[in-house]
């Protein structure tokens, strides 16, 4: 069965992607306006003065029953540009009590007894209110329910407008404070939209052509400008991916974000460049110490079996020493790795610090007594934590072994517990030539070294340092240096002090 590649589909590239945002963006706008200004605007027209209709007849129904009422007709007739008839209901009876049309011709416009009955029935049938369109020739368009509800008026046909013009009309029945029932008809004319249309619409075209050009010559320019910073640093990050860690970011022109972007990508690239050439350094320097062990292991091995009376119990134990050093070295990159890498978790306990850190100086009596060293311990009391006691016996240790490897003439080395505001300090101090300021911060690093000319550790594998820092990290404990040069380093950790559980019931 064949095997099916899936082709990758290329991404559109910025430049592009910002020219058609562009483009679809110009094109909504420009059918959102087309679609409110030219197609719904009858529709928008026609609701408008609907609504002009219903907040006339409410200005009017506050006025209902009150002297001032013909002027408030005459007021919102002007205003709203409507034709008001204002009726008086009692019982069958309806007599016109105020009029006015500033709609068609400043005249009272006429409606047929029969007309005013229908819309009054039909007003009550609809809550009290009522609207529809009609003609001048008296046709309703929305409803049928009569044929004639505005009759041609012999007085009044002067000042009327054609038949086909059109009209709306708005009745509602409302009632006075003394609970008079009254009618009110109000009727606007709907202004032919039909030629505003037209000239709408050529407009239309014309911006739409104008708005199109001035989008592609801006769209062009600012997506250009937009996207170069961008095209550059994917320029520059494929030669980072080659190795070449010199490249620049830096941008000129560009932007907030790019600027910010590139600021990172030049502190990666920093970070890289100082990564792989430490990481070539580690990689000598562990073969150094791998080498030589390895080395002597060969050398004695082979001279016991081919040198008669070499196969003698000093050069066996030396080639159990160089192998333990080699374990340790070994044992000592595991730890670093499953430290960094999270495997190696810390388990909780209460312990005595202070008992703790003379069992390790105790590893080192035989030591101490051979090669001539002084260690020497400084403490007001016992003091208990709660830590994994194995990985701060392995940082105690790893610490101690730093000093011996880097202390003065002298072979002093001092550890100091001190106890401030609930915290314990853990010192461990050498005499030798001390840190350059500037270097301060870079001992931690498992690929670094002080003096950058490598050589073997008096004690331990030179590895001690980065375990220490991913121990204490883990336990979310401050550590630190204080160093001055000629005069010798400090290396400390603190840890929160805790109380010592308290024995259980019924035990010793």
């Not at 082979?302 to 340790?328: C, F, K, V, W, Y």
Request: charged share 25%; glycine share 6%.
């Amino acid at each position: 069965m064949k095997a099916r590649v899936k082709k990758q589909r290329r991404a559109i590239s910025l430049h592009s992607y910002l020219v058609v945002f562009m483009l679809i963006f110009l094109a909504v706008v420009l059918l959102v306006t087309w679609l409110f200004q030219v197609v719904l605007l009858d529709a928008v027209y026609e609701s408008v003065r609907r609504q002009d209709l219903q907040r006339a007849a409410e200005r009017i129904s506050t006025a209902l029953g009150q002297e001032n009422l013909e002027d408030v007709v005459f007021e919102v007739a002007m205003d709203e540009l409507v034709g008001v008839l204002v009726y008086r209901i009692d019982g069958n009876r309806a007599t016109e009590i105020a009029s006015e049309n500033a709609a068609v011709g400043n005249k009272p416009f006429f409606i047929s007894p029969e007309g005013m009955s229908e819309l009054y029935v039909r007003a009550e049938e609809e809550g009290g209110s009522y609207q529809a369109k009609i003609t001048f020739g008296g046709k309703l368009v929305e409803h049928s329910f009569i044929e004639s509800l505005f009759p041609n008026d012999p007085g009044k046909s002067d000042s009327l407008a054609t038949p086909e013009m059109m009209n709306l009309l708005y009745v509602k029945i409302s009632e006075d404070a003394q609970q008079n029932q009254y009618m009110l008809l109000l009727s606007t004319s709907l202004t032919p939209l039909s030629p505003t249309v037209n000239t709408l619409q050529t407009q239309f075209i014309w911006i739409f052509g104008i708005l199109l050009a001035l989008a592609i010559l801006l769209t062009l320019p600012i997506s250009r400008r937009i996207s170069r910073p961008i095209v550059r640093m994917n320029e520059a990050a494929k030669q980072l991916a080659r190795g070449n860690y010199d490249v620049d970011f830096t941008v000129e022109h560009g932007y907030l974000e790019t600027q910010e972007l590139a600021e990172s990508l030049n502190f990666a690239s920093q970070e890289l460049s100082r990564s792989d050439h430490l990481q070539k350094e580690l990689l000598a320097n562990i073969s150094h110490d791998l080498r030589t062990p390895l080395t002597m292991i060969r050398g004695y091995g082979e001279a016991m079996r081919d040198i008669p009376g070499e196969n003698t119990p000093e050069n066996i134990q030396i080639l159990i020493d160089e192998t333990d050093h080699l374990s340790e070295l070994v044992n000592d990159l595991l730890d670093l790795s499953k430290i960094q890498s999270g495997v190696r978790c810390p388990v909780m306990e209460f312990f005595n610090l202070t008992v703790a850190v003379r069992e390790v100086m105790g590893r080192y009596e035989a030591f101490t007594r051979a090669q001539g060293y002084h260690i020497r311990l400084e403490t007001d009391g016992e003091v208990f934590v709660f830590a994994d006691r194995n990985m701060i016996l392995q940082v105690i240790y790893n610490l101690i072994n730093n000093a011996i490897n880097y202390t003065g003439e002298d072979l002093s080395v001092t550890v100091v517990q001190t106890v401030r505001d609930g915290r314990v300090r853990i010192s461990v101090r050498d005499t030798g030539e001390g840190i350059p300021p500037d270097q301060l911060p870079l001992i931690w690093d498992r690929y670094y070294k002080v003096d950058r000319v490598h050589r073997m550790a008096r004690m331990g594998t030179g590895l001690g340092l980065s375990i220490v820092k991913g121990i204490l990290e883990v336990h979310g404990a401050k550590y630190g240096v204080d160093s001055t040069v000629g005069k010798g380093s400090v290396f400390w950790f603190e840890l929160p002090v805790s109380e010592p559980p308290s024995p259980e019931p019924g035990r010793a």
